[in-house]
């Protein structure tokens, strides 16, 4: 039977982990992370799962280590986060290249400078074009439940490709939830062992990470571009038998009161759940407002966000990364690139909130979506904005 | 049939460019991007081999006369033989 208990968040991604049937993982420790690393290592050597955990020095050899893995045909997870995660960008794009099964946790954390350990999502945004499969948790019951699907959709012989799960540092992975874990042998049902298309061994020889010179290297690289496009396919088939089995419904764009909704607001990860208390209380004002929450950063689900917003006047995305010297935040130019062609869009906002661990509480998300309104009223839109900053 | 030397279009390359042949190294001609290419003077060569021991890429064999020739295919161009060559019988020729 599946049981709910209250757990830290970053424990519980470990947990979910350990149900996977993984053959081995490697992880390097770094705040906010932390707790996955150790929590997992214990799982390994309690000898409740048989796998490899191997202490690796460094998160660009936490990453290369289970691509390796990987290669063998082994199921493997790797988790880090902010400059480990920038450490690891020169292989990301390795991984996804030689179409490698990886899944990899990372709770999301300001880079720096100024240094700081807080919560934003500056350590993905630029890792943007690595060519992974990047979903966003917005709690942690959304953290174990992507955490194993992530697994089963990375494996799947038409996507092999690596997953980045994000989890808002601090505000998800060090927060105790109420989650339910699912029983175990439902999890060993919906994730069977993996059957790789090929495995690095002497009997059946086969070359991965070959040579791609001018004559092909294009054509390579259409190849991994559609591959990852199509896998928004397999996601979905995925999310559907998860729902079937486990009862909870995925979408690559979640929306709440979105549906009649002359304003929207677009959040990513831990903030969706504050901006929905806010949606409440200028919903009761008499507010025409709603939340789109975007889960899939890649491949993008243009389709469903075209659907999402096609009703509303104006669209406020929310940006928690900045593209210095860029025409907004990366959501933001992402989104507004998207509509472009559309004959019937909303007018685009964009603020910046929320860097490097700055609280954004409910009456924040009021206020932006108040003086967005009026700021489109007025016909004036001054587009881009950094809330709350002083001076 | 033939094999072919590159996959056709985009849809026919393998996942992750794998390559399910052993030893497969042979067949990609990976001399297509040289600039410029060896061409041996018999009349000065001593067969001493010594353009054989330093090609980084092995592509130097002897002949059955004991001269020696660079296969093509794999020749880069770099000119490591001809700068070796001391008695000068080897010139770096422009690709045409």
Redesign the interface.
Known sequence: MAKRVGMEVGIAAAEAVGMCNIDMAAVYPITPQSHIAEHLSEIVADGRIDAEFVTVESEHTSISCVSGASGTGARVYTATSSQGLLYMHEILPIVSAMRLPVVMGNANRAISGPINIWNDHSDIMPQRDAGWIVLFADNGQEVVDLTIQSFKIAEHKEVMLPICLNMDGFQLTHTVELIEFPDQKKVDKFLPPRKPLATLHPDNPVSMGTLGMPEIYAEARKSQDVALTNSKKYILQIWDEWEKMFGRRYKPVETYRADDAEILMLTMGSMGETAELAVDQLREKGMSVGLVKLRLWRPFPFEELKAAVKNAKLLIVTDRAVSFGGSGGPVYIEIKAGLYHEKKRPLIYNYIIGLGGRDVPVPCFVEMFEAAAQSAEKGVVKDYEYYGVRG | MKKK???E???T?N??????????ART?H?G??KAERPEWDDSKCIKCGICYIFCPEGCITQDENGFFRADLNYCKGCGICAHECWPGAITMVEEG
């Open positions: 030397k590159w996959p279009t985009w849809q390359i996942p992750g460019c794998m390559v399910f042949d052993a030893g497969n990609y990976t297509s991007w």
